[in-house]
């Protein structure tokens, strides 16, 4: 069977064709698509939005030890969510193959930083392979797989949002889907107390040893041999740039298992050239790797660590004899911030931009323009769920000093089931007085209208219990709350001077819908 996919499209096809059957994450950009991908196969794979990052992986381990091949999907960002049962299942390892997708964001598409992940694959000591085309999204579930039940611990696979996006030919070779279950596995290694996790430390280092020099396992790496003189190592999706820039002009080793990365297969390979490279995006991952195995290389000493890397930076890198290449800095100008047409949130924005003198926190989301034209109206934003937590902070610290000035933070539905209930909690326990506001569209738009707990839909489209967000505020004990209509100044003007006048705790809920969504599902629904 031959396909045009993109990367996210191909992840999806190789899990179902691999017999994936349990799916989970939280929808972000670059990722989002995999899910919903893998949700049109729900006559044989459960696939689901959890509420944040963290709870899914934690799902995917649970249905990993019961003995179904699982995959736990989010953007770079999320992983650091997630971080707490990563890097526990490395020691404790898997029952059924388990794979995590982190879908990094080089050059800050759609995002609050340009984090690199690879960082987390040594970090957690968890194996890590780099496709560079959809052909190898593809192929790559079943590597990851087979090195996930080889040595009984999760496989990560690291997209990027071009990986993510773009679409080449693949080639399925299979029409039919296999079907892998494995028993449960009842082990003192899957109870990590102290005397348990000691030795599990140790074992983990063994099969990391063990699997960087052993290159046995099919596709972990790809060498072109075309020059004695110049060789260079690259992965992912900057191979395509080499490519691009260089076409066989030079030798390259293309790493597709990028940690541990294969010792013999570099060596050896260093040893055939004179002048060896690493090209990579964003932090050296690669070449402090090469680096520590004694190998002399050139690496971000000529090429930039932020950004994407395109072929006019690696054609200039290598023009000018390897010059320290100089970025072309521009001075940050920040655009004029619009929201959809008919979003609520130009009418909550435009009014919340007359209240000059207070300190507004925000979360991360549409709402996250907020800061640049017409509005000016947030002041700080850090994190999904941070929305909360830093308002609680700023009050506190507003207090402290005497600056009684009321703080407001803002966040929408989703990300408050994502974390924000946490930092609520925080602020509820621990006594701080901001004013929060939840804008509910009911939708999780930014990344394209998901469904959330606060729908009546799940990603398997079927209709579930709706959680009822003043009735939690309620159980939560909430004394201060009032929902309002924020397509009507007068009542968003209402709500938030009458939130002013209280001097404990406030949450007022936006009470809305995302227009486009609506749209979207009446379209559906016609067709």
Same mark, same amino acid.
């Given at each position: 069977?031959?396909?045009?996919?993109?990367?996210?499209?191909?992840?999806?096809?190789?899990?179902?064709?691999?017999?994936?059957?349990?799916?989970?994450?939280?929808?972000?950009?670059?990722?989002?698509?995999?899910?919903?991908?893998?949700?049109?196969?729900?006559?044989?794979?459960?696939?689901?939005?959890?509420?944040?990052?963290?709870?899914?992986?934690?799902?995917?381990?649970?249905?990993?030890?019961?003995?179904?091949?699982?995959?736990?999907?989010?953007?770079?960002?999320?992983?650091?969510?997630?971080?707490?049962?990563?890097?526990?299942?490395?020691?404790?390892?898997?029952?059924?193959?388990?794979?995590? #997708?982190?879908?990094?964001?080089?050059?800050?598409?759609?995002?609050?930083?340009?984090?690199?992940?690879?960082?987390?694959?040594?970090?957690?000591?968890?194996?890590?392979?780099?496709?560079?085309?959809?052909?190898?999204?593809?192929?790559?579930?079943?590597?990851?797989?087979?090195?996930?039940?080889?040595?009984?611990?999760?496989?990560?696979?690291?997209?990027?949002?071009?990986?993510?996006?773009?679409?080449?030919?693949?080639?399925?070779?299979?029409?039919?889907?296999?079907?892998?279950?494995?028993?449960?596995?009842?082990?003192?290694?899957?109870?990590?107390?102290?005397?348990?996790?000691?030795?599990?430390?140790?074992?983990?280092?063994?099969?990391?040893?063990?699997?960087?020099?052993?290159?046995?396992?099919?596709?972990?790496?790809?060498?072109?041999?075309?020059?004695?003189?110049?060789?260079?190592?690259?992965?992912?999706?900057?191979?395509?740039?080499?490519?691009?820039?260089?076409?066989?002009?030079?030798?390259?080793?293309?790493?597709?298992?990028?940690?541990?990365?294969?010792?013999?297969?570099?060596?050896?390979?260093?040893?055939?050239?004179?002048?060896?490279?690493?090209?990579?995006?964003?932090?050296?991952?690669?070449?402090?790797?090469?680096?520590?195995?004694?190998?002399?290389?050139?690496?971000?000493? #000529?090429?930039?660590?932020?950004?994407?890397?395109?072929?006019?930076?690696?054609?200039?890198?290598?023009?000018?004899?390897?010059?320290?290449?100089?970025?072309?800095?521009?001075?940050?100008?920040?655009?004029?911030?619009?929201?959809?047409?008919?979003?609520?949130?130009?009418?909550?924005?435009? #009014?919340?931009?007359?209240?000059?003198?207070?300190?507004?926190?925000?979360?991360?989301?549409?709402?996250?323009?907020?800061?640049?034209?017409?509005?000016?109206?947030?002041?700080?934003?850090?994190?999904?769920?941070?929305?909360?937590?830093?308002?609680?902070?700023?009050?506190?610290?507003?207090?402290?000093?005497?600056?009684?000035?009321?703080?407001?933070?803002?966040?929408?539905?989703?990300?408050?089931?994502?974390?924000?209930?946490?930092?609520?909690?925080?602020?509820?326990?621990?006594?701080?007085?901001?004013?929060?506001?939840?804008?509910?569209?009911?939708?999780?738009?930014?990344?394209?209208?998901?469904?959330?707990?606060?729908?009546?839909?799940?990603?398997?489209?079927?209709?579930?219990?709706?959680?009822?967000?003043?009735?939690?505020?309620?159980?939560?004990?909430?004394?201060?709350?009032?929902?309002?209509?924020?397509?009507?100044?007068?009542?968003?003007?209402?709500?938030?001077?009458?939130?002013?006048?209280?001097?404990?705790?406030?949450?007022?809920?936006?009470?809305?819908?995302?227009?486009?969504?609506?749209?979207?599902?009446?379209?559906?629904?016609?067709?």
């Amino acid at each position: 069977m031959r396909l045009f996919l993109t990367g996210n499209e191909a992840i999806a096809l190789g899990f179902y064709f691999n017999g994936g059957t349990f799916a989970s994450g939280y929808p972000g950009t670059p990722s989002t698509e995999i899910l919903e991908k893998l949700s049109e196969y729900r006559h044989v794979i459960h696939s689901e939005w959890a509420p944040n990052e963290k709870v899914a992986v934690e799902s995917v381990i649970g249905a990993s030890f019961a003995g179904l091949r699982s995959i736990a999907v989010m953007k770079h960002v999320g992983v650091n969510v997630a971080t707490d049962p990563i890097f526990t299942v490395a020691y404790t390892g898997i029952n059924a193959g388990m794979i995590i #997708v982190t879908a990094d964001d080089p050059g800050i598409h759609s995002s609050q930083n340009e984090q690199d992940n690879r960082n987390y694959s040594r970090f957690a000591k968890i194996p890590m392979l780099e496709p560079s085309s959809s052909q190898e999204c593809y192929d790559f579930i079943e590597i990851a797989f087979k090195i996930s039940e080889y040595i009984k611990l999760p496989v990560f696979i690291r997209l990027t949002t071009r990986i993510c996006h773009s679409k080449t030919i693949v080639e399925t070779n299979q029409n039919n889907r296999k079907e892998i279950h494995f028993p449960i596995e009842r082990s003192r290694r899957f109870d990590p107390i102290p005397i348990i996790s000691r030795q599990l430390h140790k074992t983990l280092e063994n099969k990391i040893q063990n699997l960087s020099e052993n290159t046995n396992q099919i596709n972990l790496f790809k060498l072109e041999k075309h020059s004695n003189k110049i060789g260079i190592i690259t992965s992912g999706m900057s191979y395509n740039y080499v490519k691009e820039a260089f076409g066989n002009l030079f030798s390259i080793l293309k790493l597709n298992l990028i940690f541990p990365i294969p010792k013999k297969i570099v060596k050896d390979f260093a040893n055939s050239v004179e002048q060896l490279y690493v090209i990579e995006e964003l932090d050296p991952f690669l070449e402090e790797e090469i680096l520590k195995l004694g190998i002399k290389c050139i690496g971000k000493a #000529v090429l930039p660590r932020t950004s994407e890397l395109s072929t006019r930076i690696l054609k200039s890198a290598f023009q000018f004899q390897l010059d320290k290449f100089e970025e072309n800095t521009t001075s940050f100008s920040p655009k004029v911030s619009l929201f959809c047409k008919g979003c609520f949130y130009n009418v909550f924005f435009n #009014v919340l931009s007359n209240y000059k003198d207070i300190i507004i926190s925000s979360d991360i989301g549409c709402y996250s323009m907020s800061g640049g034209e017409p509005f000016n109206a947030k002041d700080i934003a850090i994190c999904m769920g941070a929305g909360f937590s830093l308002a609680h902070g700023i009050q506190i610290a507003n207090n402290y000093l005497k600056r009684y000035t009321r703080v407001i933070g803002i966040m929408g539905d989703s990300t408050f089931f994502h974390s924000g209930i946490s930092s609520l909690i925080n602020c509820i326990y621990n006594k701080s007085n901001p004013v929060l506001i939840i804008l509910d569209n009911q939708s999780t738009s930014m990344t394209g209208f998901q469904d959330n707990p606060g729908t009546e839909k799940n990603l398997m489209q079927e209709k579930v219990k709706k959680i009822d967000i003043l009735n939690l505020l309620k159980a939560l004990n909430v004394q201060h709350t009032r929902e309002f209509n924020p397509f009507s100044s007068a009542e968003t003007f209402s709500a938030i001077n009458w939130a002013l006048t209280c001097k404990e705790l406030v949450v007022l809920i936006a009470k809305g819908h995302c227009l486009l969504k609506l749209s979207k599902e009446k379209r559906k629904k016609n067709d």
